[in-house]
């Protein structure tokens, strides 16, 4: 009998409209009068900050705006944020957009009041303490950042993904509001859409997971493959957008007290050398290491198969398998996502490099089969070959 801990101190709001209400949330939290802001500037143009600003300012609340962040956030980029965080006097930390923004806003929220880089807490050098308290507003159905200790920040002088993971990163707030996701582009719904089921997947199966996971992970997937093909065809479908946020929910209640696994790492490699986005990166490689795993453990595989509705329970456990595969190939093929061998900049002179980055990702030993270096690679040629 395995033991295991499952925890999440995150106050969740789920709702049509829900971020009216957040002034009146944060009155209740009691953290403070002096906010930082941390979006993206699309989300800004998307008019989505500024009604959230001006009712919070309404409130009473003092607010600064970091927005000088990227897709695939930079250490750099929460360094500068951290030194606003500080010089605004900021209390608390409100993170409205996609991952980047919530773990931007989770890194400004660590450095901010205690200094030093994003480096020195992934590698150990610091401790994680005194962080201020983090509101995420998520405005893509996708990272499940909102819920999670967890928060994924490129080094930019040597492309690594570094993950900070701590329970001290875990949101006190988290506001989702399926309306601040109609304005999402059918390209970005497809990709945060695919990067919430791979959360779900490898939370479900990795070698760290939990039978609280697993559930979370079950209704995740469920919820998520019919629905995401609806949102891309039709973004101002309300009932399925609804669904996708709380898919993406559940998905990262999931992994966020497990893990993610080898889907995630050569995704995040992609991302930390071509700034590949990083649900199209999870999608070229899903197919891929589903085939891997499966070859080790085909009832897990074709239960997958059977949760997703990709195979009946009539069907054996190759049968399942297969349909798993074959399912999941067709079912990104209709999002549109591209092939890895159509991504700008991709190239098989940098597969070295990214099997050791990925070998260094610290959720490589999470994989329900154990992947070596070469294991890798070939998962990269037969990715490439497609």
């Not at 949330?25 to 001006?54: H, K, M, N, Y």
């Not at 695939?72 to 957009?97: Q, Y």
């Not at 697993?214 to 309300?238: H, K």
Request: hydrophobic share 40%; aromatic share 6%; proline share 5%.
């Amino acid at each position: 009998m395995n033991s295991y801990r499952y925890h999440c101190a995150t106050q969740i709001e789920m709702g049509l409209g829900k971020t009216k209400e957040l002034p009146a949330l944060l009155e209740a939290l009691s953290i403070g009068t002096s906010l930082l802001l941390v979006s993206d500037p699309g989300v800004i143009r998307a008019g989505l900050v500024e009604p959230i600003q001006t009712a919070l300012e309404k409130a009473g609340y003092r607010v600064a705006v970091f927005d000088a962040l990227k897709q695939n956030p930079r250490d750099m980029d929460c360094l500068a944020g951290a030194e606003l965080f500080r010089e605004s006097g900021a209390e608390a930390v409100v993170a409205i957009g996609g991952g980047s923004a919530m773990d931007t806003g989770k890194t400004i929220a660590l450095c901010g009041p205690n200094g030093g880089t994003p480096a020195d807490y992934a590698d150990g050098q610091r401790v994680y303490e005194k962080v201020a308290p983090i509101i995420c507003v998520p405005t893509t159905a996708g990272t499940g950042s909102e819920v999670t200790r967890s928060a994924v920040i490129t080094e930019e002088s040597t492309h690594r993904k570094m993950t900070l993971k701590h329970a001290a990163l875990r949101p006190v707030l988290a506001v989702l509001d399926p309306a601040l996701t109609f304005s999402v582009p059918a390209s970005v719904t497809a990709a945060t859409g695919v990067d919430a089921l791979v959360h779900a997947i490898e939370g479900y199966t990795c070698k760290v997971t939990n039978p609280i996971s697993q559930a979370l992970g079950a209704r995740a997937m469920q919820t998520i493959v019919p629905a995401l093909p609806l949102v891309f065809q039709d973004g101002s479908n309300a009932e399925e957008r609804y669904a996708m946020m709380e898919g993406s929910l559940l998905a990262g209640l999931c992994f966020g007290s497990a893990d993610v696994a080898a889907v995630h790492c050569l995704a995040e490699a992609l991302g930390g050398l071509y700034d590949t986005p990083h649900g199209v990166a999870n999608a070229v490689f899903l197919p891929h290491v589903l085939r891997f795993n499966a070859e080790e453990n085909k009832p897990m595989h074709a239960g997958l198969a059977r949760i997703m509705g990709f195979a009946q329970d009539q069907d054996d456990e190759q049968t399942a398998v297969d349909k798993l595969i074959t399912g999941i190939e067709e079912w990104t093929k209709g999002l549109q996502i591209p092939s890895l061998r159509e991504l700008p900049g991709v190239c098989e002179a940098d597969f070295p490099r990214i099997v050791e980055l990925s070998m260094l990702n610290g959720s490589t030993p999470s994989n329900v089969r154990t992947v070596t270096s070469d294991d890798y690679m070939t998962i990269l040629q037969n990715a490439y070959k497609q």
